[in-house]
């Protein structure tokens, strides 16, 4: 219980979604909005969760004393953001929910190597985003070091026993089919066998628009290299 006060002060949260059955695999979950990212992607469906300094009323021990009365209930929860790897004490929030017996996953986009290395061993799935070519980051993500950094923590991911998704959202301003079919390539040269293309949504006060998808000819394209799901929101 002294961890769970202590990270009151310690973990930053901008949200939680107390069910979801979508946010970890075939597991009914809650997630937990972690607060900051330092990335400034042109996409970005969590804009409230970028600013690490935002303040925030919603405290860790508020979650778990949620948590405890859905034992037994929901099977997972899940560190989503913002990107939670910015979370110093990242380690001792996913064990204190790891104590109650959930499944413990992470949506994230590397933004962190080193804290993923920390977590890794007690984290049982990673959502890891792909934001487009590793030459072409910047354009999406608005930051100079996001390339370099999420490719280190993709080796993490590859080299560990966790179980995990790639995915990418398909920003088709930005990202075009013959970037899609080298991102694919890509992936499959490193092994991975399924990629999730997400639907872009782009969201203002008054209106969203939602992006396109490759048709069915383009996806058999690129299943030539791997699996491809394609997921609408």
């Not at 890509?186 to 990629?195: A, N, Y």
Request: charged share 25%; with cysteine.
């Amino acid at each position: 219980m002294q961890i769970t006060y202590e990270l009151d002060n310690l973990i930053k949260i901008g949200g939680v979604l107390k069910f979801s059955t979508l946010d970890y695999p075939g597991k009914l979950s809650a997630v937990i909005f972690c607060q900051g990212c330092p990335n400034r992607c042109v996409y970005c469906h969590n804009p409230d969760f970028i600013p690490i300094k935002a303040m925030s009323s919603i405290k860790f021990s508020e979650v778990m004393d949620f948590l405890r009365t859905r034992q037994g209930l929901l099977e997972a929860v899940v560190f989503s953001g913002g990107d939670p790897l910015i979370q110093n004490d990242l380690y001792k929030a996913m064990l204190q929910i790891k104590s109650m017996g959930f499944l413990v996953g992470l949506h994230t986009s590397g933004v962190n190597p080193k804290r993923l290395k920390e977590i890794i061993d007690i984290t049982d799935w990673i959502g890891f985003d792909i934001k487009t070519n590793f030459e072409r980051y910047e354009t999406i993500t608005r930051n100079k070091v996001s390339a370099k950094l999420a490719k280190e923590s993709l080796d993490i991911v590859l080299k560990s026993n966790v179980a995990y998704e790639i995915r990418t959202t398909v920003d088709s301003r930005y990202i075009t089919f013959e970037e899609l079919h080298n991102i694919a390539k890509l992936l499959s040269d490193i092994g991975i066998q399924k990629w999730v293309l997400q639907e872009c949504i782009l969201r203002t006060k008054t209106d969203e628009q939602k992006l396109s998808l490759p048709n069915i000819e383009e996806i058999e394209q690129l299943e030539q290299y791997l699996e491809i799901e394609v997921r609408r929101q």
